[in-house]
C-alpha cells in the first residue's frame, strides 16, 4: 500500500486501504483525526469510508484471521507429515 499526501487533488484508494484505513478507527488510542494525518488522507474520507465500511473492515478482519490461522495450520500439517 502505497500511502500519499492529502494534497493530491483526485487520489483514489482501493477498497482494501479503506477498509484497512477503517479498520485503524478500532484502536482505543487513535481518533479519526490522527489516523487520517497518519495515512495522509482527508478526516471527511476517512469518515465517509468508516460509514460504508465498518462492517466490511470486520468483515474482513474476521477473514483474514481465518485464513491465517488455516495457512499455520497447513504449514504444521506439512511440517509433521
Not at 34 to 60: F, H, I, M, N, P
Amino acid at each position: 500500500m502505497t500511502l500519499q499526501s492529502s494534497a493530491d487533488i483526485g487520489q483514489t484508494y482501493t477498497e482494501e486501504f479503506k477498509i484497512v484505513a477503517v479498520k485503524q478507527l478500532d484502536g482505543r488510542w487513535s481518533s479519526l483525526g490522527e489516523v487520517a494525518r497518519r495515512l495522509g488522507v482527508k478526516t471527511k474520507s476517512l469518515y465517509c469510508w468508516q460509514v460504508k465500511y465498518d462492517q466490511s473492515a470486520t468483515a474482513y478482519h474476521e477473514k483474514k484471521t481465518e485464513y491465517d490461522e488455516l495457512r499455520g495450520v497447513k504449514s504444521e500439517s506439512k511440517r509433521v507429515t
